[in-house]
């Protein structure tokens, strides 16, 4: 019979979420604290993301994705966190218990205090955009040619069209024209570009590779390897119309078409998620609906900004502190509602309602000259003008320390035209 | 001769459309920004654009074959190209250190070259 190990605290995953996750605990007061992450190394997909633009909130600088890790790593190798790299977490109950494998240990059972999911995103595959033709090699995601090109050295093709316009299909297209590459285009089956303005200024235009909005990709051709794809416009129902099609030579096909966050761990423990973000449903204190299992990061929501996901892992940790420690203490229930051009808040309940709580949302709809409001029982807690709000980017919103007790009924975030511009 | 050049501000979610008219390389008038920073970008972009360059470059016996790099400080955008060939050829022995000097001075542009993390040598 294994030996049942009983750490404080395990958190799943050390990217930027679990490592911030981690350290947070440990400043909160835990003595023993288990990361486990299956890749040889920390930092989760920071390594590999060797582009600049992160940290600009947490560090008030910019550096790249490594950088950014490694301001973590550094700490954690300080910190007496105990890690296990090389190691895969097969099952999560809801009692807590957990099996975890590696080469080094073999099986390894614990019951920790508490658990922090921190497992990030993965990207969607074709399988979920449903591309008619062929199976051929040279079909990628983002993400993989990424690691591919930054972390294995390889290059995963020669002429390439890249599908879909979020950041890293993006980011990837400046990426294989630096190594060589040639980028054919950029299709979009939306009319607006998915990622951030700063990447389609110094990704494509400086690269003169062109966007096609409206289009998408129809057909995929090769046998063994993919020679061609066909490319069409779309209409308003992002429909293909015929007629408009093209056929692209090109070795690969990348695919940029979004992010989900990866549960399967959580839903073997009974973790609640949420139909409009794919994560767990979590309070302010980013506890899910099983009792001392605790999240952040993309596991959550997929967060544009890695700041983000390191504001939340702190939450996460703090609040696994807390639960670990008996000092959580639940006061009432009370749900964060999305309301006007709002699509979904996280934190979506507040149970503890002692402090001041951070939320995060999207938009439905690009508005310009807006107000972002929180309303408490329909008092407004905070007002902050806004020139523009865009789905492809998260909104910050808080709720005041004192604005909570146990008789609120709902919290609502909304996003309002200005009246006083207007 | 009068000329405009349009550029797309990336400071905010506004994504400006900015317009910049020159005469003979001197900025005249600059229109379409919401405020003072896009009238900044608009003027830096058309007088001395910047990117600071990241890739990657080849290590012998690291637990991985490649390491990322940056330059310290942005670099005129004209030489982005120049700077990723001239990393092309570059090897580097195990084990690395964050922000090791890969290339000194790159291009006599004044900025240099340094890995953006550790590398530690592969154990057999």
């Known amino acids: 019979m294994t030996k049942i190990l009983r750490p404080d605290a395990v958190v799943i995953g050390a990217g930027p979420a679990g490592l911030g996750a981690a350290l947070a605990a440990r400043e909160a007061g835990l003595e023993e604290i288990f990361l486990l992450e299956r890749d040889f190394e920390l930092g989760g997909i920071l390594p590999q993301c060797i582009h600049d633009g992160f940290g600009s909130i947490v560090f008030d600088q910019v550096l790249t994705g490594p950088e950014y890790a490694q301001r973590f790593i550094d700490k954690v190798e300080r910190s007496g966190i105990e890690v296990f790299l090389d190691t895969m977490v097969l099952e999560l109950r809801s009692d807590r218990s957990l099996v975890a494998v590696n080469s080094r240990d073999g099986v390894l059972r614990m019951e920790p205090g508490a658990v922090v999911l921190a497992m990030g995103c993965r990207e969607r595959t074709r399988h979920q955009v449903l591309i008619p033709g062929y199976r051929p090699a040279g079909v990628i995601c983002a993400g993989a040619a990424q690691r591919y090109i930054n972390i294995e050295g390889l290059m995963p093709g020669r002429r390439v069209v890249i599908l879909g316009s979020g950041d890293i299909g993006l980011i990837m297209a400046r990426r294989f024209t630096l190594e060589g590459a040639e980028v054919e285009g950029v299709y979009e089956i939306m009319d607006h570009p998915g990622g951030l303005t700063r990447n389609l200024v110094q990704c494509l235009h400086d690269f003169d590779i062109p966007l096609h909005l409206s289009h998408t990709v129809t057909f995929i051709h090769g046998r063994k390897r993919v020679e061609a794809v066909t490319v069409a416009k779309v209409n308003e129902n992002r429909k293909p119309i015929p007629g408009t099609e093209r056929l692209v030579e090109c070795d690969t096909l990348v695919l940029s078409v979004g992010l989900i966050p990866e549960n399967e761990l959580s839903k073997k423990a009974g973790v609640v998620l949420h139909p409009a973000t794919g994560g767990p449903v979590v309070d302010e204190l980013m506890e899910t609906s099983v009792e001392g299992i605790f999240a952040c990061g993309n596991v959550v929501c997929v967060f544009d900004l890695v700041d983000y996901v390191t504001f939340t892992a702190e939450v996460a940790g703090r609040g696994a502190a807390e639960f670990v420690q008996g000092r959580r203490r639940w006061r009432g229930e009370v749900p964060v509602r999305p309301g006007r051009n709002v699509r979904f808040v996280v934190p979506q309940r507040l149970r503890c309602l002692d402090r001041e709580v951070e939320l995060y949302f999207r938009v439905q709809r690009p508005e310009r000259s807006v107000r972002v409001r929180v309303l408490v029982d329909g008092r407004v807690v905070h007002s902050r003008k806004a020139r523009m709000v865009r789905p492809p980017e998260m909104v910050r919103a808080s709720i005041p320390a004192g604005a909570l007790n146990e008789g609120v009924r709902e919290v609502v975030v909304e996003v309002t035209p200005d009246e006083k511009e207007a | ?124």
């Open chain 2, 1 to 124: 001769m009068r000329r405009k050049h349009d550029f797309i501000c990336i400071n905010c979610p506004l994504s400006c459309t900015v317009e910049l008219f020159e005469e003979n390389g001197e900025v005249q008038e600059v229109r379409g920004n919401e405020c003072a920073v896009g009238e900044k970008y608009a003027v830096t972009e058309y007088l001395d654009p910047r990117r600071r360059v990241t890739t990657t470059v080849r290590v012998r016996g690291g637990v991985l074959p490649v390491v990322p790099v940056a330059t310290s400080a942005p670099v005129p955008k004209r030489l982005v190209r120049e700077v990723v060939r001239a990393l092309a050829g570059v090897e580097l022995q195990a084990p690395v250190e964050m922000g090791q000097v890969v290339m000194p001075d790159i291009l006599g542009t004044g900025v240099d070259v340094v890995t953006t993390r550790p590398l530690p040598a592969k154990r057999d």
